[in-house]
């Protein structure tokens, strides 16, 4: 019986704690991929003029979106790229890249555990930045 405190101790610092991080990360990353396809939706669709406007309209309906206040996660980088063509084709043969970094949180941070606060593991004692570059055709040139 007293191996029973020990034992607990070692299922929940090693597995049960780490477990539930890594599936919480798993929503927090799948929440920024979110960001980054709606984003670069929204600038497929419309003008190169018109991308600032989109993209921070984006921006807002995700950071009101229940899966970034879930995870807390927050922006770091939201950007695209100008015009680009494909290689061998003509001017109406363009796409969009956007390239957004997202930061979340560890849902429970193991930073104050003697031993795991010296090796700073990012999404276990540290937040963890996820990048995500994504490009697509564009469907509003401004020329046709």
């Given at each position: ?5 020990p ?16 599936i919480?990360?798993s ?22 003029a018109d991308?600032?406007t ?73 937040p ?15 020329k046709?």
């Open positions: 019986m007293a191996e029973l405190a034992a607990l101790m070692i299922l929940l610092l090693v597995i049960l704690f780490p477990m539930i991080d890594i919480y990360l929503v927090g990353y799948c929440s920024g991929w979110y960001l980054n396809q709606m984003t670069t939706r929204a600038c497929s669709i419309s003008r190169p991308w600032t989109a993209r921070d309209s984006m921006n807002t309906a995700w950071l009101n979106n229940g899966l970034a206040k879930f995870t807390g996660a927050s922006i770091v980088k939201n950007d695209f790229k100008a015009p680009q063509t494909l290689a061998g084709g003509d001017e109406f043969d363009q796409f969009v890249e956007v390239n957004t970094q997202v930061m979340v949180n560890p849902f429970m941070s193991l930073g104050s555990v003697p031993f795991l606060s010296a090796l700073n593991i990012d999404g276990l004692t540290k963890v930045t996820f990048n995500y570059i994504d490009k697509r055709p564009m469907e509003e040139t401004g046709n």
